[in-house]
């Protein structure tokens, strides 16, 4: 399996799911030189989303990330409405969607800060460089404290320019 986000955005952007970039991809996107092996997204919650989303991810062969191969699991808009984390491992690579990502209100939260940052053709909706910090300083996980410096050098360098 190769890691593939922009394949996998690409993917949610065709399906017409609504989303922002969060995480380290947005991270990267913005220059930060941290690796990662996931795309997180934040998702807008409505139900026809949800089902949008739920589509792309059966379409990548989307399993539950660390679940055992056994345990039912009914990948539809209603079981993603029903929980607010989910941690999946594609056919693309590991992909996760958090409704409530730390320190924030959700989609529209971050929808209302995000930039749209063209991807060699599509466009996405990715989490303002506050907002990551945001996220990261809520989190408040050794790794999240160590972008959090990364993030705000950025900045920093970005305000300076």
């Known amino acids: 399996m190769a890691f593939d986000p922009v394949a996998v955005l690409q993917a949610l952007v065709d399906g017409g799911v609504r989303f922002v970039v969060i995480g380290g991809i947005a991270g990267a996107i913005h220059g930060s030189p ?30 539950l990330r660390g679940a055992p191969a056994d345990v039912p699991f009914i990948l539809d808009g209603r ?18 969607c958090l409704g409530t990502p730390s320190g924030t209100a ?41 972008e959090l410096e990364v993030l705000g050098a950025l900045r920093d360098e970005r305000d300076a320019r």
């Not at 795309?39 to 991810?57: F, I, K, T, Y």
């Not at 079981?79 to 056919?91: P, S």
């Not at 053709?121 to 990551?132: K, Q, R, T, Y």
């Open 34 to 63: 941290t690796v990662t092996g996931d795309l997180d997204v934040c998702p807008e919650r409505s139900d026809a989303n949800l089902e949008r989303l739920a589509a792309v991810l059966r379409d990548l062969n989307a399993r």
């Open 79 to 96: 079981t993603l409405h029903a929980g607010d984390h989910f941690t999946f491992t594609t056919d693309l690579g590991d992909v996760d």
């Open 106 to 146: 959700g989609y529209d939260d971050l929808r209302a800060g995000a930039e749209a940052v063209d991807l060699d053709g599509f466009v996405v909706p990715v989490a303002s460089l506050e907002d990551l910090m945001r996220m990261k300083r809520a989190a408040g996980r050794p790794k999240d404290r160590i």
